[in-house]
């Protein structure tokens, strides 16, 4: 018998992305955010969470995919991170699923830059790719980037 | 092994470790002080015998040559010297050394101690006695045996059951032996078995020492940090709430719900307060460290320093006291190491040979105020002066314009050292840059203030809590930002009329003239490149400015809106945003939407005010401004009458603020007339008498309130009385005649009238020539 895992999986531009559950602290709707400025674009906003203030991450921009149509709202995946709760923004949320480890496969060669330091690696499910997220490097490495933003005018 | 016992035991001894140092530093300033001996004896007794139960070794045998080395001085057989304290307090850092690495590891980590054992074993036979037998140490008897099979004459551990005090401190030494290996005999008993004290003795004493625990135990209880900071966010929390429903009461009328409300109002507050009381701690705490650490650096400077503290007793938030500690440190260090002369130098400036250091803390208008002074041969500011130019750190010109007590707080520049050479303990040029940065990270400031000769006096303002503070809210590019109210000065609106001409630019910075001060101005929406920056200008509206201070600079602060102040509780950056120092944080707002708390030192580093050099000295920009008055440039003006139509006129800068106060106000003290203001005393000057003019004096007194312009110098102020503002004016003045009367510069063509200018100093001078005089190292610099 092989061992499984549960991801929980979600959308982003077309993509099924997947997280252990285990670093899922819980899903919620849009929520207004407060705009950080001066950061780079990566970080959409900072959202209340039950008194929490919680930095909020567009998954899409982080993933250097196209943004989101206008008008359509993202929601929030609370991620459990080493410094605390983060928010990933994405399209949809899909289901919790149980998959096999033995579909587990490295990410291809031809994986674009961004997507090939996040992305761990696929499970191949029986209609579509399930890709699984690094989130400690998925909420890491924007601060640098800020030297990027802030650049004097 | 059992995690809490080595838990409590970890907690316990540090504690213990951390009165050893102080008792004994206290020792040795009082070597026969025979309770500070015992205290000590028990202490490193009781470590000792719980780190052998615990199976700590290495820990339990440096532990056990130390108490040797006690109980030798405690029955007089030695003297405590010099070298024996110093061995005993570096038993004291290897045995914290030992806890941390088991705090750390779980075990007391790869150590050779044979060199501090084998001196403390030295100075032990230094009376001839004989060497502690170590085998004996290693065995597990070793807590209550060794000692009499050292010593039978003695009786250190009679002391342990008999005294109640003794239990009081130390209670886990009895529950410690108790645990030992399952074995039931008390150490009571098992003292009556060696016959050194009477089974009867130590059953009587046995209540006792059990209700001084309880009471102990009752009295208070160890509450883990992480559980006052969740309780913290809570009330944050509940702050949030509260704001939000009394926002929703003010907009209904029911009773039903209003009375509840401002209960609900009341409470949370006064739990506020109670949940910031769990987390302040005396700044004793981290004070008590300072004799250990005097000592150690006097000790390796060669000097005599007698430390003393007053307001031990002064409360900080928990962080605050962290986050001070370090700084606080090296500011003491520093005091002793540079500041505190050599003996020998210090007899021959006729000080006493020993030094003083002393801290002083106090509350001061919400905040608290830490002084470290020490009576030293103070800063030599010429020296200050010629090392910053030679190490470019200011332009020689500016260096030669500055203040004494500005030179004096260049020594927090970074990289700057005047140590002739460099000691282990500072002159790397690293340390009171740091010092202020650290300070300044949690909202306090920190000043110098100095007198060669003297001694030096550094103090720092620091905030009560970080945790809830004041803050101005406002508006920028539709987005709210709080403003913590320390850095707020005031708040200026120019009309929409005059907006397009009281902003003005130099080159392409837009500058206001405040009170006849440039000060820069800075658009929020530019610098945190929000909005649509040109054509919010372009708009003709009202402008808000917010002056704020940064370091030691002002700017004003353009948003679009300002809102109200907020009581906010501070909320952290996730890391994400960590790299961006214009932020502080982040709070909540009534309506639960967030808002970002602007940095200010950040702000002003990112719109450049601070790296701007201008000339920072007030004081001696009014020196030179009275000097130029003559000269045809634009000035800016204060207009008032004396007697009937005596135009006068003073320069905008000088004036510190104007006041009005009813006749019945003014007393008399000497020749002068006087008025109590801001807490001090401030002499009056008519204008008019001064000046030989009309005795207008009599009349105004008639009219039952008095005019008075204040003038500041040196945190003293003094009042000119005239008999009617008129207004404020920007003149380019021109054709001016001198006068030879003292008092007046000379007169000029102002709005079309002949105005005398008035030379406020000359005119203090003639009459009150004290009012120069010593201005006084303690006073205040005024903003």
């Not at chain 2, 720092?460 to 809830?468: D, Q, S």
């Not at chain 2, 508006?475 to 000065?489: E, H, M, W």
């Not at chain 2, 906010?568 to 214009?582: D, E, R, W, Y």
Request: with cysteine; charged share 25%.
């Amino acid at each position: 018998m092989t061992k499984t895992r549960q991801l929980c999986t979600f959308f982003a531009d077309g993509q099924f992305f997947g997280v252990p559950v285990q670093q899922v602290q819980e899903v919620i709707r849009y929520q207004e955010m407060t705009r950080v400025p001066l950061v780079p674009p990566v970080v959409r906003g900072l959202i209340n969470l039950r008194g929490q203030i919680v930095v909020a991450i567009d998954l899409r921009r982080r993933l250097e995919l196209s943004d989101r149509a206008e008008g359509q709202l993202p929601m929030n995946v609370i991620v459990r991170t080493a410094d605390g709760a983060v928010s990933l923004l994405v399209d949809e949320i899909g289901d919790v699923l149980e998959v096999e480890e033995d579909t587990f496969e490295g990410p291809p060669e031809t994986l674009q830059a961004a997507s090939r330091e996040l992305v761990l690696g696929v499970h191949k499910l029986a209609n579509h790719l399930l890709l699984v997220l690094d989130t400690e490097k998925a909420v890491n490495g924007i601060e640098n980037g800020s030297l990027r933003s802030g650049a004097e005018v | 092994m059992n995690d809490e016992i080595v838990r409590e035991f970890l907690v316990e001894s540090k504690e213990n470790l951390d009165s050893l140092d102080r008792e004994l530093v206290h020792l040795e300033g009082d070597p026969r002080n025979r309770d500070t001996l015992a205290s000590i004896f028990r202490t490193i007794h009781t470590i000792k015998g719980t780190c052998s139960f615990l199976g700590f070794t290495k820990l339990e045998s440096v532990a056990h040559v130390g108490e040797n080395l006690l109980s030798k001085l405690r029955d007089g057989e030695l003297e405590l010297s010099s070298a024996i304290t110093t061995a005993l307090l570096a038993m004291v850092d290897a045995i914290r050394q030992m806890l941390d690495s088991i705090e750390s590891s779980g075990s007391e980590g790869e150590r050779n101690d044979k060199a501090l054992i084998d001196t403390l074993v030295a100075l032990q036979q230094g009376t001839g006695a004989a060497p502690p037998n170590a085998s004996t140490a290693a065995s597990g008897d070793a807590i209550v045996r060794q000692p009499l099979a050292a010593d039978p004459s003695a009786e250190p551990i009679g002391e342990l059951p008999v005294a109640p005090d003794t239990a009081t401190q130390r209670a886990d030494a009895q529950p410690a032996t108790e645990r030992r290996d399952g074995d039931p005999t008390r150490i009571g008993e098992t003292l009556a078995e060696h016959g050194s004290v009477k089974l009867q003795d130590a059953a009587e004493s046995l209540p006792a020492q059990q209700a001084a625990r309880g009471s102990v135990s009752e009295a208070s209880i160890r509450v883990d940090v992480g559980l006052l900071d969740k309780l913290m966010n809570l009330v944050g929390e509940l702050v949030l709430a509260r704001n939000q429903i009394v926002q929703f009461t003010n907009t209904v009328e029911d009773s039903n719900l209003i009375a509840p409300s401002q209960r609900l109002n009341l409470i949370t507050t006064e739990l506020q307060e109670g949940v910031m009381k769990t987390r302040m701690q005396p700044i004793g705490n981290i004070w008590s460290k300072f004799p250990r650490t005097v000592r150690d650096v006097a000790v390796s400077c060669g000097k005599l320093v007698r430390i003393e503290m007053e307001g031990k007793e002064t409360e900080l938030d928990k962080t605050i006291i962290e986050s001070i500690k370090d700084p606080l440190t090296h500011l003491v260090r520093n005091a002793v190491d540079h500041g505190i002369e050599a003996p020998e130098q210090r007899a021959a400036a006729g000080k006493p040979a020993e030094g003083r250091l002393f801290l002083r803390a106090y509350h001061e208008g919400g905040q608290v105020n830490i002084e470290i002074t020490d009576d030293g041969k103070g800063l030599d500011c010429e020296r200050i002066r010629r090392k910053a130019v030679e190490r470019g750190l200011i332009p020689a010109d500016q260096a030669a314009r500055m203040s004494e007590r500005e030179i004096a707080n260049l020594i927090f520049l970074p990289g700057f050292s005047t140590a002739e050479k460099v000691t282990n303990v500072s002159g790397r040029g690293v340390g009171m840059d740091v010092v202020k940065t650290n300070i300044e990270k949690i909202g306090g400031t920190v000043d110098v203030q100095s007198k060669v000769g003297t001694g030096t006096t550094v103090k720092m303002k620091i905030p009560l809590t970080l945790a809830i503070i004041p803050a101005l809210i406002v508006t920028s590019g539709g987005d709210r930002y709080a403003i913590p109210q320390v850095s707020l000065l005031e708040l200026v609106r120019i009309e929409e009329e005059e907006a397009k001409t009281a902003i003005e630019y130099v080159h392409r910075a837009p500058v206001y003239r405040l009170r006849g001060h440039l000060l820069p101005l800075v658009y929020l929406n530019d610098a945190l490149k929000i909005g649509d920056q040109t054509n919010d200008r372009k708009r003709d509206r009202a402008v808000n400015i917010i002056v704020l201070q940064a370091d030691d600079r002002q700017f004003g602060l353009v948003v679009d809106e300002i809102n109200d102040t907020e009581e906010i509780v501070v909320k952290p950056l996730g890391k994400q945003l960590k790299s961006v120092n214009t932020f502080a944080g982040a709070t909540i707002m009534g309506d639960g939407k967030v808002a970002l708390i602007l940095d200010v030192m950040g702000l002003a580093q990112q719109a450049n005010v601070i790296s701007e050099s201008r000339d920072r000295s007030i004081a001696e920009k009014d020196a030179a401004a009275s000097k130029e008055a003559g000269v045809g440039r634009k000035q800016t003006f204060l207009l008032f009458r004396t007697g009937k139509d005596n135009r006068m006129a003073v320069e905008l800068s000088l004036v510190a603020r104007l006041e009005e106060f009813t006749t019945d106000k003014i007393e008399t003290a000497g020749d002068h007339r006087v008025v109590q203001y801001r807490g001090k005393i401030m002499p009056l000057v008519h204008v008019s008498e001064a000046l030989n003019a009309t005795q207008a004096a009599a009349a105004s007194s008639d009219a039952g309130t008095i005019q008075v312009v204040v003038y500041s110098e040196n945190g003293r102020s003094i009042g000119l009385v005239v008999d009617h503002i008129l207004d404020i004016v920007e003149e380019t003045v021109a054709a001016q005649h001198s006068s030879k009367r003292s008092g007046l510069l000379g007169s000029a063509i102002i709005q079309q009238h002949v105005t005398n200018l008035v030379d406020v100093r000359g005119l203090i001078r003639t009459t009150i020539p004290a009012f120069f005089d010593h201005p006084s190292v303690g006073e205040e610099q005024r903003q």
